[in-house]
C-alpha cells in the first residue's frame, strides 16, 4: 500500500471517485469499528463545543488560570461592535473566535484541541467565520473538519504537531495549515485547492518558534492563533482564486519538519528562548513562580 | 474487492479532538485522565492521596492546573469536566485530603527518567488499602500507566489489561491461557517477570477483547494465583455524549 501522503490519497480518491472528506471519514470507520454515522456525529460535537469556544470570551472579559493574560477577545468584540475594525466581517470575526478559544483554553475552559489545544482557535475561527457568514449548513462544516483533519493527519505522520519536536510552526503552522484547506472546502473549492490553501498557509508559518513566557499557554499563543487564523483566510482566498503553491502540500510538511530538526531546544516549548526570556517575560516568571528563572 | 484506506498513525479524532479542558493537552487534559484511571484502579475510593510530581510537571504544573486536573482525575472528573477548576473545593466537600509533591531529586527507582510529565499517586483507599501508581501524560491526552503497585504495567486504556502476581511454578501460566481461550479472548502481547530469589512471578497481558469478572474470578481459584488485576478498556466517547 502506497504511503500515507496527499499525493498518493488524492490518487486514491480519484481511482475511487470519492472526495477527501469521504476518504477521511471510511478510513476512520474501517480503523475505529465505528458507522458512517457515528464517526459524522462525533465530528458535529467537536463542532459544538468548537462553536462555543470560540463566543464564551465576547460577551464578557475572561482571565486566565495563572492570571496573567485574559479579556483580549472581549475588547476586540467591543471594537468589532463599533464599526472601527480596519478588516471585513469574516477576517474581524475570525480574529476574535480565535482569540476567544484561546482565551477560553488559558482559563480551563473546554475547548477542541485542533490539532493541540495550544492552536485550537485557528480552526474553529476559520470555519466558523466562514460558515455563518456565508451561512453554510452545519453539515458542510462537519465535512470542511474533515479535510482540516486530513491536512492535520498527514503533517502528523511525516512532521510534528508538538511544540517541543518542531516550535510553532508544528502546532499553529499545522492548525493554519488545516483551517486554509477547511475552508477551501467549505467554500466549494476542489480538493486540489484545498491542499494549494494549506500548503500556502503551512509555507507562511514556516520556521516560527515556540517560546511560551513561563512555559504557558498565553504569551504569545493567543494573538498568534488570532494571526493564525488569518493566514488560514488569506491562504484559502488566494486558492479560491485559483493561485497554486508551487511548492506540492507533501514538500512543504517535509521542510516543516527538517526545520523544526533545526532549530534549538530553547524555542521548542522550553520556555528558555525568544519572548520567555526577554526582560519582561523574565520578570513575569519571577512575580508568577515566587523565584527567578534560573538559565 | 473491497476498498481499503489509508490511514497513518493518527485517527481523526487525534488531531481534531480530544474534547477537553485547557490550557495544555498533556499537562492538564492528560492529567485528568491519570487521575480518572488512578482512581478506577484504586476500586473508586480515595481517602487521602500524594501526588508525587516529576520532569516538566514538577515544574509547571501550577500555571498549566495540572494540580487541579489531577486531583479533578482522582475525584472521578473527566477531561472535559468544567469541574476541574474547583478541584480543590470538590476535594474538600468529598472529604478527600491530597498533598502535592514536586520531586526534583533523582528518586531509586528512577521515575524522572521515564517521561518528562510523570506522576506517582499513592493513594490510601477507604478501607485503608495501600496504591502505588505511576502514570505519564504523552501528549496531545494520550496517557500511560506504567507502574501499579511496583509491576511495571503498559496501560493506556485503550485495550484492556490483566496483571497476576502468582507462586513460580509449571502450569500456570498455560491454566490462565486456557480459561482466556475459553472465552475467545486473544492475547495480543505478555510478559512474565520474575524477580531473583524470589518465589513469585508477575504476569501482564494485554488483551484484545474485554473480559467479565467471572473470567477474574476463575483465574482467582487457580492453585497458587496471589492476585488477579483486570483494567478494563475505557471507553470515554458514552460520557462524551453528556456535554451539553
Not at chain 1, 129 to 158: C, N, P, W, Y
Not at chain 2, 138 to 165: A, H, M, Q
Not at chain 2, 198 to 220: K, N, P
Amino acid at each position: 500500500m502506497a504511503e500515507f501522503w496527499m499525493s498518493e490519497i488524492i490518487k486514491e480518491c480519484a481511482r475511487q471517485r470519492i472526495s477527501l472528506a469521504e476518504y477521511i471519514i471510511r478510513g476512520e470507520c474501517e480503523n475505529s469499528g465505528s458507522t458512517r454515522e457515528q464517526v459524522i456525529e462525533k465530528m458535529g460535537k467537536m463542532l459544538d463545543v468548537m462553536s462555543s469556544a470560540a463566543n464564551g470570551g465576547l460577551e464578557a472579559p475572561i482571565r486566565s488560570n495563572s492570571g496573567l493574560t485574559g479579556g483580549a477577545a472581549y475588547q476586540y468584540h467591543q471594537y468589532i461592535g463599533q464599526g472601527s475594525s480596519l478588516l471585513g466581517t469574516v477576517m474581524s470575526s475570525a480574529v476574535e473566535m480565535a482569540l476567544s478559544c484561546s482565551e477560553v483554553n488559558a482559563a480551563m475552559g473546554r475547548i477542541v484541541a485542533c490539532p493541540t489545544a495550544g492552536s485550537c482557535g485557528i480552526v474553529p475561527a476559520a470555519v466558523l467565520s466562514v460558515g455563518v457568514s456565508h451561512q453554510k449548513s452545519r453539515e458542510d462544516m462537519v465535512m470542511a473538519l474533515f479535510v482540516a483533519t486530513g491536512v492535520g493527519m498527514v503533517i502528523g505522520e511525516h512532521a510534528t504537531l508538538a511544540g517541543a519536536d518542531g516550535g510553532c510552526q508544528a502546532e499553529c503552522g499545522a492548525a493554519a495549515s488545516m483551517a486554509a484547506a477547511a475552508v477551501v472546502n467549505l467554500m466549494g473549492g476542489s480538493d486540489e485547492q484545498a491542499l494549494h490553501g494549506a500548503a500556502i498557509a503551512l509555507k507562511n508559518m514556516l520556521g516560527l518558534v515556540c517560546d511560551p513566557v513561563c512555559g504557558l499557554v498565553e504569551i504569545p499563543c493567543i494573538k498568534r492563533n488570532a494571526i493564525g487564523a488569518s493566514t488560514a483566510l488569506v491562504s484559502a482566498d488566494m486558492a479560491l482564486a485559483g493561485v497554486q503553491s508551487y511548492i506540492p502540500f507533501d514538500e512543504v510538511v517535509t521542510a516543516m519538519y527538517a526545520i523544526g530538526k533545526q532549530l534549538p531546544a530553547e524555542l521548542r516549548e522550553t520556555g528558555r528562548g525568544g519572548l520567555a526570556v526577554t526582560k519582561t517575560g523574565l520578570a513575569m516568571y519571577e512575580t508568577l513562580f515566587g523565584t527567578p528563572m534560573s538559565l | 474487492m473491497n476498498a481499503t484506506y489509508m490511514t497513518g498513525s493518527y485517527s481523526v479524532f487525534d488531531i481534531t479532538g480530544p474534547i477537553m479542558v485547557g490550557p495544555s493537552s498533556s499537562h492538564t487534559a492528560g492529567a485528568a485522565r491519570l487521575g480518572k484511571i488512578a482512581r478506577i484502579l484504586a476500586h473508586n475510593s480515595v481517602k487521602k492521596v500524594t501526588f508525587q510530581l516529576f520532569g516538566s510537571f514538577a515544574q509547571t504544573y501550577k500555571g498549566h492546573g495540572t494540580d487541579k486536573a489531577l486531583l479533578a482525575g482522582i475525584l472521578g472528573l473527566n477531561p472535559w469536566d468544567l469541574g476541574l477548576r474547583d478541584a480543590f473545593s470538590l476535594a474538600e466537600k468529598q472529604n478527600v485530603e491530597y498533598i502535592f509533591e514536586p520531586v526534583t531529586k533523582p528518586t531509586q527507582q528512577g521515575w524522572e527518567n521515564y517521561h518528562p510529565n510523570t506522576v506517582r499517586f499513592l493513594i490510601t483507599s477507604e478501607n485503608g488499602e495501600v496504591f502505588d501508581i505511576v502514570g505519564c501524560s504523552l501528549g496531545g491526552g494520550k496517557v500511560r500507566i506504567i507502574s501499579l503497585n511496583g509491576i511495571l504495567v503498559n496501560f493506556t486504556g485503550e485495550s484492556p489489561i490483566l496483571v497476576t502476581r502468582h507462586y513460580d511454578g509449571p502450569g500456570i501460566i498455560a491454566a490462565i491461557t486456557s480459561i482466556l481461550y475459553q472465552d475467545k479472548v486473544n492475547i495480543g502481547n505478555m510478559r512474565v517477570d520474575r524477580k531473583r530469589h524470589s518465589t513469585t512471578a508477575d504476569m501482564y497481558l494485554e488483551l484484545d477483547s474485554d473480559v467479565t469478572e467471572r473470567v477474574v474470578e476463575e483465574i482467582q481459584k487457580i492453585p497458587g494465583m496471589l492476585n488477579v488485576i483486570l483494567l478494563q478498556r475505557i471507553n470515554e466517547d458514552q460520557s462524551l455524549n453528556n456535554i451539553e
